[in-house]
């Protein structure tokens, strides 16, 4: 038979594995808020292929980043707020730009006008005004003379000498990522037909 002092010990070891239990199963279930998905129009198998599928492949580096258009849907139940990236261009290595041209690209993410943020951040999120970037754009359509990112294995950005992808296990970026900027820079030079 037990006695009351194990009654009560066994009885309060029961409750703080309930408790604990009930509190991990409340952290892991929670309500993480929106999360970034992307579904990209486009993905490549190889660094070539990524490379043919862009109209501009340049060096450039990011001048100011501001909101842009907010896209409304659901009878105004969800918004979707752009960002504006304005760059100069360092090396034109691919399309029609020059070095020392402005253009804009624009990205999904950033704040609403309720002050709600939409952090996306499938595209490497936000840029950061004054870095160097590596990117493999594409014109948006209708003329609006701005780019879009093709995907998320066409942003790296400088560090040092070196190119910095978003995710250097995808095969792609792979091809890129920790390569010195030069190096890459003439390789891609050379796939120019």
């Known amino acids: 038979m037990l006695s009351t002092k194990k009654t009560m010990w066994m009885g ?24 970034s998905q992307t579904a990209w129009v486009y993905k490549g198998t190889d660094a070539r292929e990524l490379f043919d599928y862009a109209d501009v492949v340049a060096l450039v580096t990011v001048q100011e980043t501001f909101p842009g258009r907010v896209v409304v849907v659901n009878e105004g139940e969800d918004k979707l707020p752009y960002q504006m990236v304005e760059f100069t ?33 499938a595209d490497g999120g ?20 701005m780019f879009y ?15 910095i992808g978003l995710d250097p296990d995808d095969a792609v970026t792979a091809q890129f990522h920790n390569r010195r900027v030069k190096r890459t820079v003439n390789l891609l030079r050379s796939w120019n037909d």
């Open 126 to 145: 936000e840029y950061a005004s004054g870095t160097q970037y590596l990117l493999f754009l594409k014109w948006q359509e209708n003329n609006s003379g």
């Open 12 to 35: 309060l070891l029961v409750f703080l594995a309930t408790t604990s239990t009930s509190a991990w199963y409340g952290w892991v279930h929670r309500d993480k808020g929106p999360l």
């Open 149 to 163: 990112l093709v995907n998320d294995s066409a942003r790296y950005e400088v560090r040092g000498n070196r190119l």
């Open 89 to 121: 261009v360092d090396q034109a290595v691919k399309g029609g730009v020059v070095a020392g041209d402005r253009y804009m690209l624009e990205r999904a993410g950033g704040m609403d006008p309720d002050g709600i943020y939409h952090n996306i951040d």
